[in-house]
């Protein structure tokens, strides 16, 4: 069993930064893409960025050259350094992690998010 536990979300300005924070409990981190989306009212939730095992990375159109993921095999956590940030960034931010072992079987997990509200 898997848990996860963001934080580092809160009220910024436009233009500003910050960084989540999501710590994994559990055992095999190292094995796990790890992931944030995130999901305003009204809106889908949508892949922010993610991370593979090799720390491989990718990005939403909507955040790349502004938002860095990142992850420390040693502490079991993953980061998302989140700069420039826009009102329409706005969104409750989920951590994931998802690992396959096998072809028919799938671990997958979610955070309880954390808030995102970036004022104009």
């Known amino acids: 069993q898997v848990e996860l536990a963001e934080s580092g979300g809160g009220l910024v300005q436009y233009g500003g930064s910050l960084r989540l924070s999501c710590a994994f409990y559990?055992?095999?981190?190292?094995?796990?893409?790890m992931a944030w989306y995130r999901q305003s009212p009204g809106k889908e939730r949508e892949l922010v960025a993610i991370i593979t095992p090799g720390s491989s990375t990718n990005y939403g159109d909507a955040v790349k050259g502004r938002f860095t993921i990142s992850r420390d095999n040693g502490r079991s956590m993953v980061y998302l350094q989140m700069n420039s940030l826009k009102p329409e960034d706005t969104a409750v931010y989920y951590c994931?992690?998802?690992?396959?072992?096998?072809?028919?079987?799938?671990?997958?997990?979610w955070g309880q998010g954390t808030q995102v509200t970036v004022s104009s």
């Open positions: 994931n992690a998802d690992y396959r072992p096998s072809r028919t079987n799938t671990l997958n997990y």
């Open positions: 559990g055992n095999l981190f190292s094995q796990y893409n």
